[in-house]
Antibody, heavy 125, light 107 residues
């Protein structure tokens, strides 16, 4: 079965960086894009970006351009999300989410079919 | 603000039918998806492509879409269905859109 297992909670000071990992299993790692989505306390979801594990190509949300870096290690089926210049507003649970997509009869289908358990990043002085 | 609009809360008694709506212009052209998020847990997909249920999701969960509105229906809601529910879709530019979430209370 598909499993996405993320690294543990982090506490960081403003200005620092954090790197969160997401280890995939139960499917061919390079067959599906991986997204990162965050959820601030009591808030909704915010898409941060996506990584193609096969090529390493990334697309980042404009809001995070210059601060986020997504990468992967195909030998361990792990993707990483690093966020720099942390501020208090970055306090959130960060999720990796596998991307399912196909196009049938010209109709696009794409959504997040599996999610990691989440990693709390607490940014506090 | 969110481009997909959901009611903040819905409350039903056990065994009643709960309906959660999601409205947005993109839904006139794009599929709707629904995620259930129980307290402290990761989201779980409960409906995809408007009305399909993933394996393991109870039959009491169903979905529909008409015009610019999608609806998640839980027929005979159970106490264990209490959670936050989020709709999701994409817009024509490829942006990922989430609704603001609806807290379902079953008591």
């Amino acid at each position: 079965q598909v499993q996405l297992v993320q690294s543990g909670a982090e506490v960081k000071k403003p200005g620092a960086s954090v790197k969160v990992s997401c280890k995939a299993s139960g499917y061919t790692f390079t067959s599906a894009y991986m997204n990162w989505v965050r959820q601030a306390p009591g808030q909704g979801f915010e898409w941060m970006g996506v990584l193609n594990p096969s090529s390493g190509t990334t697309v980042y949300a404009q809001k995070f351009q210059g601060r986020v870096t997504m990468s992967r290690d195909t030998s361990t089926s792990t993707v990483y999300m690093e966020l720099s210049s942390l501020r208090s507003e970055d306090t959130a649970v960060y999720y990796c989410a596998r991307h399912y997509s196909r196009t049938t009869w010209g109709v696009e289908v794409d959504y997040f079919d599996y999610w990691g358990q989440g990693t709390l990043v607490n940014v506090s002085a | 603000s969110y481009e997909l609009t959901q009611p903040p809360s819905v409350s039903v008694s056990p065994g009643q039918t709960a309906r959660i709506t999601c409205s947005g212009d993109t839904l006139s052209k794009k599929y709707a998806y629904w995620y259930q998020q129980k307290s402290g847990q990761a989201p779980v997909l409960v409906i995809y492509e408007d009305s399909k249920r993933p394996s393991g999701i109870p039959e009491r969960f169903s979905g529909s879409r008409s015009g610019t509105m999608a609806t998640l229906t839980i027929s005979g809601a159970q106490v264990e269905d209490e959670a936050d529910f989020y709709c999701y879709s994409r817009d024509s530019s490829g942006n990922h859109l989430f609704g603001g979430g609806t807290k379902l209370t079953v008591l």
